[in-house]
């Protein structure tokens, strides 16, 4: 007779089809089930224990058992599951986390918040309120969207149009038209310079060079992650944001934060662009809004963006965008007593703390191992790049079985980690202790090791 365990693998090969997967591939390679998770701890289906190197998927910043989280979705069950935002109708807690993430952003200059159901939606909707603002400040031609290659903004059109990563655009093209992408900052591969400083100035450069080039009378926003994850953890120069930020002022372009990943405490700053110093005018938020407990989004809107808006008498800048569970009463609740654990536990000082130590400890690895050739990240996010010539910086190369033996090799000593290309992406919850981190790195160590010398 087929156990249990076997028949949810064989039911999910038979039947469910995975996101960035081939619909066949999981009758080859069985996929991990996770059933249960505790503070930093998940176990899969099996009963194998395993530090949390993914929290998720960079969403569980708070760990899985955390319990004002799960009490206050429980109470929002009780008291209303559902409600919906759209015009003339609200719930106190869609109201009560606008005000609060107003609050906790209004050294970012933040003014108001639009909510959605998670990261793609929060970029969908600064994408469509860019080009608003623009027909209501009588300026429609400015249409255009600029990104970096490398970043990750989603999967709707909009965001997949100026995602900077081929793989995932091909197969849906043709893209959203007026879409232009530049060069990232990224000091491990780049043909212009080994000097951070001056990569950062050069990348900052092409910018402006792109938005003369298109006509700045037709951009109407630069998009961009203030670290960018997904991509491999790319970390840009520090004179790059402030840099972006004045070539976007000179030029009137609106600046766009993807904060999907850095927002509330992954990079150890509570966002990604407070880390640079810069304020944006449009931010997309997701994963850490709600510890990843009940999918959320949200948009959130500087003052000069949001007056604009209020100023229009005519009607123009009505929002003809939203979704059914904009705001979901369990989501809302679930992201206010998140807000709560943040700043009560001091997530995102933790995350700079532990976060330091651990990117000290992985950065040994490019000494010891021929495999890796680049440890970069900051706070709990990190990409280890894998080579296949370490002098010539090659990346493993794609259909290299190599980063996915070292998966497993650290799966089967007990650590969740992800893949990405030739990249580990490390994004562990961002309440991990000292000696968790340290159990995660000894995991890895010891799983470079055995695959580095296997080779
Ligand atoms: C920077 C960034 N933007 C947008 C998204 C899309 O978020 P979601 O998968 O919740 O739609 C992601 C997802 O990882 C992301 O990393």
Redo the contacts with the bound molecule.
Sequence with gaps: MTSRIEQLKQDNAQYLWHPMAHPKAMQKTKPDIIVRGEGCWVWDVDGHKMIDGVAG??SSNLGHSNKPVRDAIVAQLDELPFYNTFRGTSHPRAIELSARIVKMMAADDVASVMFSN??????EGALKMARQYWKVKGQPERSKFISLRQG????HYG?MSVNGLGNIRRAYEPLLPGCFHVDTPWAYHNPYTEDPIELGKICANLLEREIQFQGADTVAAFIA?PIQ??GGVIVPPPNYWPLVREVCDRHNVLLIA?E??TGFGRSGALFGTRLWGVKADIW?L??GISSGYV?L?ATAFGSKVAEAFLADTTGQATVAHGYTYSGHPVAAAAALATMDEIEKHDVAGNAARVGAHMQQRLAEFERKFGIVGDVRGRGLMTGIEMVSDKARRTPMPRGSDVPQRVAREAYQRGAMVRISGPNMILSPPLVMTLEEVDHLVDILEASFAAVDKAL
Excluded: M, N, R, T
Aim: glycine share 24%; charged share 15%; with cysteine.
């Design positions: 998927l960079w998670g990261g793609s939606d929060a970029v990750y903004h989603g999967v965001g992650e994850g997904s993807d999907v990943v997309c997701a994963k999918p989004g």
